[in-house]
């Protein structure tokens, strides 16, 4: 499966780095997300963009911050991050119709498993 | 609040033999339910999902969901695993929850391990 892509898929990373995760979906999707994955946790979705506007935000620490410059391309800029934010970063897209009346399915990208030392 | 709720954490089951993967969910909207797989170092992949019309899904690797709204359930079945089948199964839920737009909602998931 490669609609959609996520570099690096491995990254370790200090508290004091910055780093970006990229998300490219070949799709022609109009909605892009983050999620986090850490162990025995549920999927945890961070950010949505909708036709390229950002439409939640789930109370993520500002040491995450999203972009999303156009619909095939989505980054999460990473800085001072602490220990407990190494998890699997998921980044998904699907299609939405405006107004949101249905949910089309998500596809994900393989991940970037994050370690913060 | 909406939720998901996957009963078994772990589940370990021989080759060649039936598997059911619980989930339940619940909600005061109507939703739409899905079924994805996590092989290890992977992303997720959708395996099946219930939109509307026949409450019985299937995929194409043998794996069938039921959408039971009365039960608020839709459980995860194989009648003959194989090793293949070892992943993370995944049940989330969607629908016009608060805010106005659809929104994906996981459980936990359950580590299916098919043994030889």
């Known amino acids: 499966e490669t609609g959609v892509t996520q570099t690096p898929r491995h990254l370790v990373m200090g508290m004091t780095n910055k780093k970006s995760l990229k998300c490219e979906q070949h799709l022609g999707h109009n909605a892009m997300y983050w999620y986090k994955q850490s162990a025995k946790k549920p999927l945890e979705l961070m950010f949505v963009y909708n036709f390229k506007e950002q439409t939640e935000n789930n109370s993520v620490p500002s040491r995450f911050s999203p972009e999303c410059p156009n619909s095939s391309h989505l980054f999460l800029h990473l800085h001072t991050l602490q220990p407990e934010d190494s998890a699997l970063y998921l980044c998904a897209s699907s299609q939405e119709l405006a107004g949101g009346r249905k949910q089309e399915t998500q596809y994900f990208g393989p991940g970037t498993r994050l370690l913060v030392l | 609040a909406q939720s998901v709720t996957q009963l078994d954490s772990q589940v370990p089951v021989f080759e060649e033999a039936p598997v059911e993967l619980r989930c339940n969910y619940s909600s005061s909207v109507s939703v739409y339910l899905f079924w994805y797989v996590q092989y290890p170092n992977q992303g997720l992949q959708l395996l099946l999902k219930y939109l509307s019309g026949s409450t019985l899904v299937e995929s194409i690797n043998g794996f069938e969901a039921e959408f039971n709204k009365s039960q608020t359930s839709f459980h995860l079945r194989k009648p003959s695993v194989h090793i293949s089948d070892t992943a993370e199964y995944f049940c989330?839920?969607?629908?016009?929850?608060?805010?106005?737009?659809?929104?994906?909602?996981f459980g936990a998931g359950t580590r299916l391990a098919v043994h030889p």
């Open positions: 989330a839920v969607s629908g016009m929850f608060s805010g106005g737009y659809n929104k994906l909602i």
